[in-house]
């Protein structure tokens, strides 16, 4: 009998030929699939059953891979990446995104992070590698939102640059195919973009129906940067502290009800289907297999009209969810003050 993690790899029955997801191509000529799994099991699922899911997803035809050193689940995602690749899917068809965490910005810090998750995830390079956060403040997993790191500091461009100094150098090393930034503001990219000796390739921001930050979305793609959009469907199994009453839920709007009854999906499949269509990189979330592969589905699958379109762009709240508080440099601050509301960056 043949083991499930030894047999040759094929494309389950059921699933999705790669050659069928919709691709971007990045300002490098790069193909990147226009659809990724998140691998963010917050506190409340394994790294053994995320690396189930990495396996899983491949199988059903997921090329593209979402990962982060401080999701603490690498390693076993690069058991899981071995896995498939030794059962024969090359490494150039997959696209593995890591991410620099915020206690690694001194530049003597990065190149050892890099290494560190290369050699978690068992591969020789990345494809994009994301500095996570703009902000060098650490906090612990799990911490609640109003703990603080006693050594916060505000965004300090000249820092940054020094951190994506190094990220240019893993690209000449080779170890990196592209760089790119996360949870990032118009006038942060502005600076970013007028002083990186490699631009920013992708831009990792929240976006989902209810949050759609459509003048970022449109200052990245007009500047030739990739939107990819986290929490795609609203992230609604976030932890507790992680909400507060304000925040609205994606899958519950009638809008997107609608839309689902009429395709005969759950709501988590039209936020995927709009993300596509809408032209940014969805990477939900997923270690169910039917949810999985009914997002990667939706994203090869019949279009939404375009009264669906322009209804879900109608339903934009400017709901925030992951907000960053933990972030925050001083006593008093509002979350608002990270994401330089004004279109100016944040005084210290
Ligand atoms: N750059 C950053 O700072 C940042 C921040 C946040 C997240 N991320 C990335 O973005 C990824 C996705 O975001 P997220 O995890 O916050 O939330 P999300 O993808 O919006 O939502 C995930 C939730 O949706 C459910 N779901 C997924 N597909 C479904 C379907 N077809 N039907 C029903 N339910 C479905 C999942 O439940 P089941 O597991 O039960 O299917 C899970 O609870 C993360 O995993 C991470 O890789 C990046």
Known sequence: MTDRATAPFSIATDGIDPALVPQRVLASGARMPAIGLGTFGSDRVTPAEIAAA??????????????????????DIGRALADVMARGIPREALWVTSKLWNDRHAPADVAPALERSLRDLRLDYLDLYLVHWPFPNHHAAGVTVDS???????YIHEGFMATWAELEKLVDRGLVRHVGTSN???????????????RPAVN???????FQQPELFDFV??????????????SPARPERDRTPDDSVDVEDPVIVRIAQRLGVHPAVVCVKWA???????????????NYLANLLGAVGEPLTEAEMEAIAGIDQNCR????????????????????LDGTITPP
């Open 54 to 75: 990495v396996r899983g997803a491949a199988e059903v035809g997921y090329r593209h891979f979402d990962c982060a050193a401080v999701y603490g689940n690498e390693a």
């Open 276 to 290: 596509v269509q809408r032209g940014q990189t969805p990477i939900p979330f997923s270690t169910k297999r039917a």
């Open 204 to 210: 990792e921001m929240e976006l989902h129906p209810h």
């Open 321 to 340: 969810l992951v907000k960053g508080q933990v972030f925050a440099w001083k006593a008093g601050q509002r979350w608002e003050d990270l994401w330089d």
């Open 184 to 198: 990032m503001t118009i006038p942060k990219l502005e600076l970013v973009l007028r002083d990186a000796r490699i």
């Open 221 to 234: 793609r007009t500047n030739g940067i990739e939107p990819v959009g986290f929490s795609p469907i609203g």
């Open 148 to 154: 603080r790191d006693a050594h916060a500091k505000p």
